[in-house]
C-alpha cells in the first residue's frame, strides 16, 4: 500500500483559489491512477477528478472548468488546482490511489469556502 498526506486546504472566500497538494510514498507511484475526492457534511465521498497513469483525466460535472487534476511523477505528487471556489464546494478533500483496484487513502484535508 502507498502512504498518502494531503496538504493545502484552508478557508477561502468565494471566487478565490486554492492548490491542493498530495505526496505519496513508495516507487512506483507513476503506475497508479490518482484522485481527488471530497465529503461535506451529511453527504456521501464523491469523485472530484481523476488522473490516470497515462496522464488522462477525467472531472466530476460540478468542477469542469474550474478544478484542474495534475501529477508530478518526479516528486510523487498529485496536485488539484481548484479555482473560482464556491460554497458548495466546502468539504473534506481526500487523496485516493488505486492500482488494478488497491485503493489506498489519505487522511483529508478540510476545505472551506466562506466569506
Known amino acids: 500500500q502507498v502512504q498518502l498526506v494531503e496538504s493545502g486546504g484552508e478557508l477561502v472566500q468565494p471566487g478565490g483559489s486554492l492548490r491542493l497538494s498530495c505526496a505519496a510514498s513508495g516507487s512506483i507511484f507513476s503506475r497508479y491512477a490518482m484522485g481527488w475526492y471530497r465529503q461535506a457534511p451529511g453527504k456521501q465521498r464523491e469523485l472530484v477528478a481523476r488522473i490516470r497513469s497515462s496522464g488522462s483525466t477525467n472531472y466530476a460535472d460540478s468542477v469542469k472548468g474550474r478544478f484542474s487534476i495534475s501529477r508530478d511523477n518526479a516528486k510523487n505528487t498529485v496536485y488539484l488546482q481548484m479555482n473560482s471556489l464556491k460554497p458548495e464546494d466546502t468539504a473534506v478533500y481526500y487523496c485516493?490511489?488505486?492500482?488494478?483496484?488497491?485503493?489506498?487513502w489519505g487522511q483529508g484535508t478540510q476545505v472551506t469556502v466562506s466569506s
Open positions: 485516493n490511489a488505486d492500482l488494478y483496484g488497491l485503493e489506498s
